[in-house]
């Protein structure tokens, strides 16, 4: 058997967890491989919205087993939190949930080392969602890092201090003197909660599954114009967030993957800093932000909205080598006369239909326009309940790709979901 990838084409919030959640049925295990609780996946069913932070997005299907990959940095107190949430809606976590030894723990010193870090950049905030996750990176290639298993290890607390030495020196060059005990001491409690699950070789367990012919989906985090290699540098996450972190998050070898679902909005949102080319500034993009409710799921954040961006779209297909699209978040593009993509950029006066070294403020967007549509179809079940617009839209993604759509989601609960 081979591992299927499910992964974000734009910059994250593409709808994830929402599609990993509709897919589960057909997999036996859902499999977290980078980031950290800088995500926030978002699923919708029995009228109940639950966001996910590090607990893969299948988890509330039974006898599905969700693996916190490896390459996963783990946040004990958030996800203990998540734990006590999800099991409070019916999931059975102790049975259901696998947490890989070697995945890196952020520590509380991680969170304030994030803030330190924001803070001293001035006007060139990354815009991090300051949960530690570059400091806990950092810490992982530096090999200082602590890991899952090491909780159970009687030198834990010797470990600990250890690294906290190390980021006090870093807080006094910085005159960085904020402290949060008692975070530390809630870090301390979740650690000895997180006990009771079952911590696991993960990479053992994924490839044993395979051999045994269990059906598996990888779930990214962020989406690949994030990625730390090729995202828009700096303004990236610090993982790699394309296929080939499936790799190392989840210790894979690349012959044995298998299909790669990119998802990816109708149209683009980013939150944070960072180049945005096909971004509005103007009514339209206030119209997404509202009919999308393009708030973060992790910090509350507006989201930053514009066109789909087809030069990125193309970048991000070709990176992660994708086999198959889903396109979300349709339905929040009903209502408009016209609707644009960006096919090109205009750079110091040349036409490129690439992403290049570096995205500039000078980078102009060239626009293909396309008819709109107007009817509400979030009750659509088929495709042909579609307007003719939208199918047009799809076709035309299609066409540019090269990649089929195989699903179009109309909504945010996991029954509006259309198989093309
Ligand atoms: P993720 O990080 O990729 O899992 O995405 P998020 O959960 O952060 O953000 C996606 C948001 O859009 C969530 O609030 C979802 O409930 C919502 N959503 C997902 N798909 C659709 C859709 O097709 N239409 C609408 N209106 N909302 C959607
Ligand atoms: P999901 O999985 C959207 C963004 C942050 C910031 C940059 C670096 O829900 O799609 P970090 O916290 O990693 O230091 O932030 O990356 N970012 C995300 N944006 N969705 C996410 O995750 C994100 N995770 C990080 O806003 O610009
Ligand atoms: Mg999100």
Excluded at 197 to 210: H, T
Excluded at 277 to 302: A, I
Excluded at 337 to 346: G, L, N, S, W
Excluded at 362 to 383: A, F, H, R
């Amino acid at each position: 058997m081979k591992i299927d990838v499910l992964l974000g084409l734009q910059w994250g919030d593409e709808g994830k967890g929402k599609i990993v959640d509709v897919l589960t049925p057909v997999y036996d295990i859902i499999a977290r491989f980078q980031g950290g609780p800088n995500a926030g996946h978002t699923l919708e069913f029995n009228n109940i919205k639950h966001v996910l932070h590090t607990i893969p997005s299948g988890i509330f299907h039974p006898d599905k087993i969700n693996v916190i990959g490896n390459g996963v940095v783990v946040d004990p107190v958030i996800l203990k939190d998540e734990i006590i949430k999800a099991e409070k809606i019916g999931a059975d976590l102790k049975s259901n949930l696998y947490i890989s030894k070697k995945a890196q723990l952020i520590l509380p010193s991680h969170r304030l080392l994030d803030k330190a870090f924001e803070e001293a950049k001035g006007k060139n905030k990354i815009g991090s969602t300051l949960k530690g996750i570059g400091p806990a990176y950092t810490d992982k290639t530096s090999r200082r890092g602590l890991r899952a298993g090491d909780i159970f290890n009687y030198a834990f607390k010797e470990k600990y201090d250890c690294s906290v030495a190390h980021h006090e020196k870093i807080f006094d060059g910085y005159g960085f003197t904020e402290r949060n005990k008692d975070y530390e001491k809630q870090w301390f409690e979740a650690i000895e909660f997180l006990k009771m699950f079952k911590f696991i070789d993960s990479e053992k367990f994924i490839n044993d599954s395979l051999s045994e012919g269990k059906t598996i989906l990888a779930e990214g985090a962020q989406g690949a114009l994030l990625d730390i290699d090729f995202g828009s540098y700096p303004f990236v996450t610090s993982s790699n967030t394309t296929t080939s972190g499936v790799c190392t998050g989840l210790g894979v070898s690349p012959h044995k993957v298998g299909n790669v679902i990119g998802i990816c909005k109708a149209y683009c949102t980013r939150v944070g800093s960072g180049p945005f080319p096909s971004e509005l500034f103007d009514n339209d993009g206030q119209t997404l932000r509202d009919n999308g409710h393009e708030y973060g799921s992790t910090t509350g954040r507006p989201r930053r909205c514009g066109w789909l961006d087809m030069v990125a779209l193309k970048y991000s297909i070709m990176l992660n080598g994708v086999t198959a699209l889903v396109i979300t978040k349709a339905d929040v593009m009903s209502g408009f006369d016209k609707i644009k993509v960006a096919t090109a950029y205009k750079v110091n006066g040349e036409i490129i239909d690439y992403v290049p070294y570096e995205i500039t403020d000078d980078i102009e967007p060239v626009y293909t326009e396309l008819p709109g549509w107007k009817s509400d179809i979030t009750k659509c079940k088929s495709k042909s309940d579609l307007p003719a617009e939208l199918i047009s839209y799809l076709d035309y993604i299609e066409k540019e790709t090269g990649v089929k759509v195989d699903y179009l989601s109309v909504g945010p609960d996991r029954t509006q979901t259309i198989k093309l």
